[in-house]
């Protein structure tokens, strides 16, 4: 007489590879949001000026620009590419917009189109480099970080240009619609604005064939070439797409100094890489989330903001960013390594 031992196939080989990489998707936004909970309460417990609504406020005003430049920075790390250009052509962009708005006197909507243009433009050539060129996208978006921040300096004069003279330009970033509707929640328009673009970067990565094509790009570029697919089209259009997000950002700086900063700009995109990898996008490609990416700002926010409450000097604080940058790319490649 013979009997059969039927045995249960173990959870993780149940699961389907999609299934258990939203499983380590949705840890790794999880473990962030941990995070960010732990740092707020204990700075809040370090100090009482931290929880203050003036204080919170300025935490958002300044997610709302990294933020804008994390969403930008996740489109491309999904498809498997890097854009170190961030930071300067976020600059670049506010300089075109104080040439158009201030040199030429042009109405306020134009120079918005002019800055979300300039950033799509430079995000296409960008990505032509890459595409087409084959150059790597590190070495060709660090050419072109250098090259924005020489143009933004040569167009200004070296000098900042200030839109003293351009009514309602302020209010892109320090205006608050909410606020005039529930004065109890004077939320900057920035903060909304990010949230906005953020909401249509993720729609754009769920719900449209651009969306799919960036995660298959990173995910294996050659399948996706060897199936017919124009790859060098795709992959344009992502960083154009990118570029003029950071054309949003650009906006949004200016707004909040009420000028712009020619010299500004170098470092953000660390923070903005840094953000998208602690909010659990893979540096490899393939895999990444919107919203981990808005909660991997939050974090950087926070932790710049508790830091400056707690007087701590600038150069440690510079410290602590490095080293955070470090720990997000060294957790990133144990997730890939256990993945």
């Known amino acids: 007489m013979t009997t059969t031992a039927q045995t249960k196939p ?4 149940s699961k389907s590879p999609l299934q258990r990489l939203m499983k380590a998707v949705a840890h790794q936004r999880l473990l962030a949001f941990t995070s960010l909970v732990i740092l707020l309460i204990a700075f809040s417990l370090a100090s009482p000026n931290f929880m203050q ?19 930008a920075a996740t489109l491309v ?3 498997g590419g890097i854009d170190l250009s961030v930071g300067t052509l976020m600059t670049f962009t506010a300089v075109i917009a104080g040439v158009v708005l201030t040199y030429a006197g042009l109405p306020l909507p134009l120079g918005v189109l002019a800055a979300i243009g300039a950033g799509a433009f430079c995000g296409l050539c960008s990505g032509t480099f890459i595409a087409k060129m084959k150059i790597p996208p590190f070495i060709a978006t660090l050419g072109m970080m ?30 608050s619609l909410i606020g005039e509707l529930i004065p109890a929640l004077p939320i900057p328009n920035g903060v909304l604005i990010l949230f906005l ?32 697919v124009n790859t060098d089209r795709w992959k344009i259009a992502v960083y154009a797409l990118a570029g003029g ?38 540096l490899a490609g393939g895999r990444g989330t919107i919203l981990g990416t808005l909660i991997g700002a939050l974090i950087m926010a926070v932790l710049t903001n508790g ?10 604080q510079t410290v602590v960013t490095g080293a955070i940058i470090i720990l997000a790319v060294y957790a990133d490649m144990v997730r890939k390594k256990r993945a």
């Open 146 to 175: 250098l090259i924005l921040k020489g143009l933004s300096l040569v167009i200004s004069g070296t000098r900042p240009i200030y839109f003293n003279d351009t009514p309602g330009f302020d209010q892109i970033s320090r205006g």
């Open 197 to 228: 673009v953020a909401g249509a970067a993720a729609y754009i990565l769920g719900r449209t064939v651009l969306g799919r094509y960036t995660f298959a790009l990173g995910s294996n570029e050659e399948a996706v070439r060897l199936s017919g």
């Open 307 to 316: 830091l400056r409450v707690l007087s701590v000097a600038q150069e440690w």
């Open 77 to 79: 790390i999904i498809t």
């Open 10 to 13: 173990s959870n993780l080989q």
């Open 245 to 282: 997000i950071c054309g949003i950002g650009g906006l949004l700086i200016a707004s909040r100094l009420n000028s712009a900063q020619p010299a500004l700009g170098l470092g953000y995109e660390l923070e903005a890489i840094a953000a998208v990898v602690i909010g659990g996008t893979s």
């Open 53 to 71: 609504t003036s204080n919170m406020i300025a935490i958002l005003q300044a997610t709302s620009v990294n933020g804008v430049l994390a969403v």
